[in-house]
Nanobody, 115 residues
Framework: QVQLVESGGGLVQAGGSLRLSCVAS????????MGWYRQAPGKVRERVAS???????SYADSMKGRFTISTDIAKNAVYLQMNSLKPEDTAVYYC?????????WGQGTPVTVSS
């Protein structure tokens, strides 16, 4: 079984920054993909960014240039540095791990950006 625990969410003013962290525990394969998704109130969950265990990252178009995903393989951790935050970035941010045919989710950490 795999568990994902996110942290780092909170309230920030527009233009500010936050750094989200997610640590995975349990049976973690050496080859996997970790990522961040978000879900705003009344909207569907959307992908923010993902990174492979080899360090290859990709971003949703609206996050490019503002968000940076990184990973610490030794800690089974993934991070999301969010800069120049906008009110429309307000959402619950979820950590995601994909390995083999399995997908795991964290419980989510809320981010609120005030204008």
């Amino acid at each position: 079984q795999v568990q994902l625990v996110e942290s780092g969410g909170g309230l920030v003013q527009a233009g500010g920054s936050l750094r989200l962290s997610c640590v995975a525990s349990g049976s973690i394969f050496s080859i996997n993909v970790m990522g961040w998704y978000r879900q705003a109130p009344g909207k569907v969950r959307e992908r923010v960014a993902s990174i492979t265990s080899r360090g290859s990252s990709s971003y949703a178009d609206s996050m490019k240039g503002r968000f940076t995903i990184s990973t610490d393989i030794a800690k089974n951790a993934v991070y999301l540095q969010m800069n120049s935050l906008k009110p429309e970035d307000t959402a619950v941010y979820y950590c995601n791990l994909r390995q083999a045919a399995d997908v795991y989710w964290g419980q989510g950490t809320p981010v609120t950006v005030s204008s």
